[in-house]
């Protein structure tokens, strides 16, 4: 059938426009064809022209800055410097081996450091860095550089390491930090990407391992094309990571500092506390180490050498060390009994310089007796055979109530290694542990601090501290992190009767500072900053009856080990408590003698914010203290405020 002429018309319109669309169409592909290879073998040809040359696009993590950690007056206690080191890729490498021994004729590498890169690359993935040198010079850098081209998978880096300004001074609380090992990842059950780059620096003690996490920060990644001689050829994009947060502790490190060199030549620990806040001012215990020389990984004489040490020095005596609190623990028995009614202020016991309890005895420290001797007397002068009494009236039970309110037998809750819980026994804790039934005699032990009693002298300086202020202070060792506060350690009322407070506080006064206290020789003179305080001493030995007949054997005349312990706590100034410290001297011999002189000097520096006047000091001391203020002023460092975290 013929079409009409019309039809014919609009059938060649509608072929005309098709052919007009599918040209385009056409058109703008080739177009957009041309211009993409115009982009290809124009602009990007060098790009190109180095993939075709067997170039690599490689991902690397990038280590953030570790948080740094300031002192309460932001003074850096743990900083970061630069670090130049060389680093291998095995798979860009080839030839491991050649490699090295060209990189040996450029720098000089401890054979040891060779093997143990090459031990360490034949554990990791091929395309894992692994550190051969580190803490190089610039000089040996530069050469590294110009000589890439002929070292395929090595590279020149530089980074951040920890240090630690004050060396050993704040070794025990701050801690340290060291290579990540494999013992570390095997504790760890989603190990961060960031502690498979060899030598990555983690907290192993101290506040460095409790505060991990916050320190370390998050990685960030770097994209960076290398040709085929593994020379980075540019870095196609980055992305940084989260810097650690950094951490301000309570501490003052200059006090800090100062009670370290008040420790020298003893084995000890003390702990300061601000009696404001529980902040911790201070917790020292020596002989201490020097924290940088772990960063990089000990060598093995250094390790022997502390470990072979009978003084310790790796141990945190302030924290960790628990040890018999002596006669430091007689305020604890008797707010214990006065508490329990079974005791009143003024009444008496006779102390003849010893106590039977079923046909065991007893003895008081003072051989021939104290006499007719009440509350303020026993505390002043540390009558034990006044304790022997009340404890039997008022139970261990009771006593270890006492004991734990105060904070004894009782672990706090600090970032610190091993901090130790001690032990306030009671009777179910004996037939729970030892499966045996307490004796009466071992209420008369613990009353005067012996026994199964055991603190460390975190826990002493606590019990003081709550003394003084009538408050459960909880101690505080982080201030600040990031910026935001931490909360404070000023708890509520004890809920002890104001007249027991008042009983003891006044009796640990004339300690100090009447002619018949234990520690009168140790007082301070300037009338605003006079301490309130108790001494004790421990006995780490047996003494027989047969000794005892003969006479006891002088501490100085047997073996350190076996000399008792010193130990002191007190309070300052006594009419408006601003500090508590508490003194223990390992084997130091009597409290009185060994460890109240160290607390006076501390609560003195602490009070006066540095060396106080020599006019606080009684006379007869004055010239012992003023060169010994020369010495240890002469070693404790001023600090510096300019180590950063770049």
Known sequence: MKRAPKDVIASARTVSRRALVVGGLQLGVVGALGLRMQSLQVEQADQFRLLAEENRINIRLLPPSR???????????????????VVMVREDAGDVGEVLAKLTEIVDIDPSDLARAMEEMRRRSPFVPVTIADRLSWEDVAQINLNTPALPGIQAEVGLSRVYPWGADLAHVVGYVGPVSDYDLSRIDDPDPLLQIPKFQIGKTGAENKLERSLRGSAGTRRIE????????????????????????????????????????????????????????????????????????ISVSDWTALNADKYRPLAAKAVQGTYPPGSTFKMVTVMAAMEAGVVAPDETVYCPGYTDVFNIRFHCWKRGGHGNIDLHESLKQSCDCYYYEIAQRVGIDKMAEMARKLGLGVRHDLPLSAVAEGLAPDKEWKARVRGEEWRIGDTVNASIGQGYVLTSPLQLAVMTARIATGRVVTPRLIRLIDGVEQPSGLGESLGINENTMRRVRASMVDVCNHRRGTAYGSRIIDEAHQMAGKTGTSQVRRITPEERAAGVTRNEDLPWERRDHALFVGYAPYDNPRYAVSVVVEHGGGGSAAAAPIARDILLQAQYGGPPPLEAYPAGVRDKIAEQQSRIEARVPQGSSGLSRV
């Open 226 to 297: 290398v040709n085929a001689a593994g020379r980075i050829m540019r870095e196609l994009d980055r992305q940084e990571g989260d810097p650690g947060k950094d951490v301000q502790l309570t501490l003052d490190s200059r006090l800090q500092s100062y009670v370290q060199a008040r420790l020298d030549n003893e084995s000890a620990g003390a702990v300061v506390i601000d009696l404001e806040n529980g902040d911790l001012r201070a917790i020292a215990s020596a002989p201490a180490f020097d924290p940088n020389l772990f960063v990089r990984g």
């Open 67 to 85: 948080g740094l950690i300031f002192d309460r007056n932001g003074i850096p206690i743990a900083a970061n410097e630069q670090n130049y080191r």
